[in-house]
Each structure stands twice: as C-alpha cells, then as structure tokens.
Nanobody
Framework: QVQLVESGGGLVQPGGSLRLSCAAS????????MRWYRQAPGMERDVVAM???????NYANSVNGRFTISSDNAKNTMHLQMNSLQPEDTAVYYC???????????WGQGTQVTVSS
C-alpha cells in the first residue's frame, strides 16, 4: 500500500533552520509531481514548493529564496530545507504525490513546524 511519511518538524527560533523529509513507499517518487503544502491554524492549505519528475522546481513567493525542495530518488525520499524561518512559517507541513495526467494522488499525515522565540 502507498504511504507518505513526513518527519523533521519541531520547535525552532526565528532565523533557524529545519529539514523536512517525506519518505514514500508503494510509489516511486521520480514518477510523480511532488509538493510540500502547509496549513496554519484557521487558514487554507497552501502549496509551498513543487518538484517535477524532470527536476524542475517552483516556490511560493513567501518562501522563495529561503526554502529548497529536493528529491533523493535512490532513497525514494523528498526533502524541504527551510532556512531563515520566521513565525509566519508556523504550520503543519504536508507532502503530496500527484500522478502525471491528473489521475489522483496521495497525502502524508503532516508534521508540525513551530517558529517561536
């Protein structure tokens, strides 16, 4: 069965860094469009970053220049390196995998990131 498992969240001070991981099983991530989303309390779930099977990336304006998405295909794991974290980055972060052609996809369970002094 398909599983996406996020890890690496936690509590960090403003200006700090965290590296999130999304370990996949049951699918090969190099065949999917992979995304990181986040959802803050009372807010919509918004896309943060995306990586395509060809290696192309896109970022939300709010994180561009601070976050880096990457895929380790040998380990079938996606990462999100988050630098210069600010309180407004506080949210539950989710990974997703979408099939090419819009045939559906999968979600992880989420990992909490809290940025606070």
């Amino acid at each position: 069965q398909v599983q996406l498992v996020e890890s690496g969240g936690g509590l960090v001070q403003p200006g700090g860094s965290l590296r999130l991981s999304c370990a996949a099983s049951g699918i090969t991530i190099s065949q999917y469009i992979m995304r990181w989303y986040r959802q803050a309390p009372g807010m919509e779930r918004d896309v943060v970053a995306m990586i395509t099977p060809a290696g192309g990336t896109n970022y939300a304006n709010s994180v561009n220049g601070r976050f880096t998405i990457s895929s380790d295909n040998a380990k079938n794991t996606m990462h999100l390196q988050m630098n210069s974290l600010q309180p407004e980055d506080t949210a539950v972060y989710y990974c997703s995998a979408d099939q090419l052609g819009g045939r559906g996809g999968y979600w992880g369970q989420g990992t909490q990131v809290t940025v606070s002094s």
